[in-house]
């Protein structure tokens, strides 16, 4: 059955208790169950009807690693390998790491004034570093989001200001590419700030939200910006 929240994610239950998902990415799938047997089962009927090759336990998937720890039953994604090829790609291997994705005391817009020279940002050059940014942030950094959200809004004509803010972003990612999201079983005291109730489900969600108004220079527009956690890990963010 196709699931209400991605199209590409069918799920399956059966009468015995036990669940099947499977996420769907053109040729590419991914088996999570609850029982070994089923995934088993689920191999064998797939390779009946498809050609199928087993790649074994998930490892890697749309350039994210998959890292699970049995002991602690947690999994961890992270992106380190891809952000690598993006440094490459942008000529920034070798930049140097800052500690913050964007300046406190940035106050861009789209007329930021500048002087045009050889250093001028190349269009397609700037568009090619947001993509790699937002994908970044779409799959396992929600701490560059806001960033991604300034420099989007610049794509058609960014200026020296702009590029050196993009390039201030894959500055925090080079020292951070070892940082992913790690979902891990749910207690109350899995919270910085405990909770005033106990815990009534075992998939709690739990929402920061924040604002800031009238924040945007160029139409005064106000900032809006989420996140909710399952798991002691975010799997919505905005």
């Given at each position: 059955t196709v699931s209400d929240s991605d199209p590409c994610l069918y799920v399956q239950l059966y009468p015995d208790g036990s669940r099947a998902y499977i996420a769907v990415f053109v040729d590419d799938l991914v088996f999570a169950t609850s029982t070994v047997t089923l995934l088993s089962q689920l191999k064998i009927a797939f390779s009946e009807v498809y050609k199928m090759k087993d790649l074994g336990e998930l490892s890697w998937f749309l350039g994210m690693k998959v890292t699970r720890?049995?002991?602690?039953?947690?999994?961890?994604?992270?992106?380190?390998?891809?952000?690598?090829?993006?440094?490459?790609?942008?000529?920034?291997?070798?930049?140097?790491?800052?500690?913050?994705?964007?300046?406190?005391?940035?106050?861009?817009?789209?007329?930021?004034?500048?002087?045009?020279?050889?250093?001028?940002?190349?269009?397609?050059?700037?568009?090619?570093?947001?993509?790699?940014?937002?994908?970044?942030?779409?799959?396992?950094?929600?701490?560059?989001?806001?960033?991604?959200?300034?420099?989007?809004?610049?794509?058609?004509?960014?200026?020296?200001?702009?590029?050196?803010?993009?390039?201030?972003?894959?500055?925090?990612?080079?020292?951070?590419?070892?940082?992913?999201?790690?979902?891990?079983?749910t207690t109350s005291s899995s919270y910085v700030h405990p909770l005033p109730y106990p815990l009534k489900s075992s998939l709690p969600a739990i929402?920061?939200?924040?604002?800031?108004?009238?924040?945007?220079?160029?139409?005064?527009?106000?900032?809006?910006?989420?996140v909710v956690l399952v798991h002691n890990g975010p799997v919505v963010w905005y």
């Open positions: 720890n049995r002991a602690a039953y947690s999994i961890t994604l992270s992106q380190s390998a891809f952000i690598e090829r993006c440094l490459a790609s942008l000529g920034l291997s070798d930049c140097n790491p800052v500690t913050l994705p964007i300046d406190p005391n940035c106050r861009v817009t789209a007329t930021t004034p500048v002087h045009s020279g050889p250093d001028d940002p190349d269009i397609s050059l700037y568009r090619v570093a947001v993509g790699f940014l937002l994908y970044l942030v779409c799959c396992t950094r929600p701490d560059c989001a806001f960033l991604c959200s300034v420099v989007c809004r610049y794509m058609s004509s960014p200026t020296q200001y702009h590029w050196a803010m993009v390039k201030r972003g894959f500055r925090f990612l080079r020292g951070t590419s070892s940082l992913g999201i790690t979902y891990s079983p929402v920061y939200v924040d604002a800031a108004w009238a924040d945007d220079l160029d139409n005064r527009r106000s900032t809006l910006g989420y």
